[in-house]
């Protein structure tokens, strides 16, 4: 697979290091979900596994295809499990035991560590140990959104390589990845949910359900704040949806309302009924600060009524437009 080119900055400083033998053995590689955090730690085991002697992975040999396909026996990954928030303390300590014993191949052994934020305190200190003295060979991936969730002891022994896309490469990648030419609307619509996050732009570009979903749920929150609706009516609507997702879309979306307000950029054309609004600018920041808490809170794993939350968030967006 070839590289993302928003990741290419960050890919050389990595395979430079590594050829001058100077790579640390923990990385973080911190970014936004759909930035690519996944296919760039492929790319760093592959890179350092792969049969040909390249500056890049060459793709084909063995060994680059057994990554790519999960199946190599030294590269490792631990996630949490599909319906658990948090990952398994198990897990960590199979894979530490794992890395503890000596290479499968004569390579080196690779250790992904996805979603990081979700590591329990416990998972955490074991993972410490591992980074204080890693084995022979060994390299720790750590992939997060944000590095502020995860215990600072365990950043700090990190070199963290933080992967960002800007919302030119995201459109040039978005115009070059989709096979039909894109819907300037459902493109300009996903890049402003998923800002900095090409893979997710592109998915969400060409998902026209999905699409419909963000712009009915927009078309609510207009009816709001033109006072047409009731605050409560629409609480089944945002139940039915991912809680995470809803948090994130309703962040963007409130960016986006403010920075246009405050700042002069463009509005969206579908917030666009917003723009005739008088608004008060606390109460948005109120909402800014419930939903970051929602969103840590569901990292932490602390579960809470639906229903009350979007309630609370929904009364406090009816109230932004006195
Ligand atoms: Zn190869």
């Known amino acids: 697979m070839a590289m993302y080119p928003w990741q290419a900055q960050a890919y050389e400083v990595c395979e430079r290091a590594w050829r001058n033998k100077r790579l640390p053995h923990a990385l973080m590689i911190a970014g936004v979900p759909g930035v690519g955090r996944h296919a760039f730690a492929l790319r760093l085991a592959k890179l350092m596994n792969c049969q040909n002697e390249v500056s890049a992975p060459c793709g084909h040999c063995h060994t680059c295809l057994a990554i790519d396909a999960s199946q190599y026996p030294d590269y490792h990954v631990v996630k949490p499990a599909a319906d658990k928030s948090a990952i398994a303390i198990d897990d960590v300590r199979t894979m530490i035991e794992t ?105 969400l570009a060409n998902d026209a359900s999905k699409l419909d979903t963000w712009q009915n749920f927009i078309k609510h929150l207009c009816l709001l704040a033109d006072k047409r609706i009731d605050p409560l009516a629409i609480i089944d609507k945002l139940s039915s949806q991912s809680t995470q997702q809803v948090l994130i879309v309703w962040q963007q979306i409130l960016a986006n309302f403010i920075a246009a307000k405050l700042a002069g950029k463009a509005l969206h054309p579908w917030l666009e009924p917003l723009a005739k609004h008088k608004f008060r600018i606390a109460l948005c920041y109120s909402l800014w600060d419930m939903l970051c808490q929602a969103r840590a809170q569901m990292v932490k794993g602390i579960t809470r009524n639906n229903s009350l939350l979007w309630a609370d968030c929904l009364t406090m967006w009816y109230r932004i437009f006195a």
């Open 99 to 203: 890395l503890s014993a000596s290479a499968w191949g004569a390579g080196t052994k690779v250790a992904v560590i996805d979603t990081a934020e979700q590591l329990s305190l416990a998972s955490s200190n074991a993972l410490l140990k591992l980074t204080e003295e890693p084995p022979k060979d060994t390299y720790l991936l750590f992939l997060t959104a944000d590095t502020d969730l995860i215990v600072q002891t365990l950043v700090s022994r990190c070199q963290v390589i933080h992967l960002k896309a800007t919302s030119e490469e995201t459109l040039a990648y978005v115009a070059k990845s989709m096979s039909a030419s894109p819907d300037s609307q459902a493109v300009a619509v996903s890049s402003m949910l998923h800002p900095g996050a090409p893979l997710n732009v592109e998915s």
